[in-house]
């Protein structure tokens, strides 16, 4: 079966299959941590600071949680492979703030600021979606559903802050600036994740010793659904509309990760 759902438990139940994935996430999910303390640190909006810093701070948690995950198998993570990084990739091609710029303790410009939230709004949309197809397939499973359930809901949370924070700043200076990088920006994330997704299930293929005729068909299926999201699906990227949930990233209870990976009591939303 080709489906998301049958693609995805054949991962989880074995054992190199999800370490990969795991690992692979585990990774972004971290990086995306730091680069969001650092932002922080060098912002000078006393409002969107703390709101930055909790963003890391669900990275950083992220992290933890599905590294938590392959410890509860005995499992290890494995090097991410350079092919399947998709947060570096996108550095590389000049997108978000540079990592040798934010190791530097130089305060941030609005510009900085705005490139910041434009590939947020970006890659937030990304994400929220994959952990919305990842709870509606894995959701109910007893070791890992928990875990999921709360990034989905963080991931929501970021997407709604990023749009509100951007139509914040859209109203004061026109959005004509914002809407012409977040569509360039749209643009480099589409092709990224194209490239990526196709490593990913090469590497997944391999490891799952599929057929050459299901690596085939889901190469060609990477490659529609590229399509799609080039002529129509940047439009949901792009789009900028007040949220659901106001203030999404503003002050609640800390959450915190049990050493098994198991979320503690408290708001997850």
Not at 72 to 86: A, I, Q, S
Not at 89 to 112: I, Q
Not at 175 to 186: C, H
Not at 216 to 229: K, N, P, Q
Request: net charge neutral; aromatic share 4%; with cysteine.
């Amino acid at each position: 079966m080709l489906g998301p759902r049958d693609i995805l438990r054949e991962i989880h139940r074995d054992d190199e299959a999800f370490r990969l994935f795991c690992s692979i996430a585990a990774k972004g999910e971290s990086q995306g941590g730091w680069e969001n303390g650092r932002i922080a640190a060098l912002a000078r909006d006393p409002e969107l600071a703390p709101k930055i810093a909790r963003h890391g701070a669900d990275e950083d948690k992220h992290g933890r949680i599905f590294n938590a995950m392959l410890h509860r198998r005995g499992l290890d993570p494995v090097d991410v492979p350079p092919e399947t990084d998709y947060c570096m990739l996108l550095e590389r091609r000049g997108f978000g703030l540079a990592h040798d710029r934010l190791r530097r303790d130089e305060p941030l410009t609005e510009g900085d600021i705005v490139e910041y939230l434009v590939h947020s709004r970006v890659t937030e949309q990304r994400a929220a979606e994959d952990m919305r197809m990842l709870r509606r397939y894995l959701g109910d499973d007893p070791d890992i559903g928990r875990g999921i359930r709360m990034i989905c809901e963080d991931e929501e949370n970021h997407l709604a802050y990023c749009h509100e924070e951007l139509l914040r700043l859209s109203a004061r200076d026109g959005g004509a600036d914002i809407g012409r990088a977040l569509r360039r920006t749209a643009r480099a994330e589409i092709e990224v994740n194209r490239d990526v997704s196709l490593a990913v299930m090469d590497r997944m293929g391999r490891l799952l010793g599929w057929s050459r005729g299901r690596r085939l068909a889901l190469r060609i299926g990477i490659r529609v659904t590229y399509a799609y999201d080039r002529v129509w699906g940047t439009r949901r990227m792009v789009r900028l509309r007040p949220p659901a949930r106001v203030d999404a990233m503003g002050p609640r209870d800390t959450d915190r990760v049990t050493g098994d990976g198991r979320p503690e009591p408290g708001r997850a939303g």
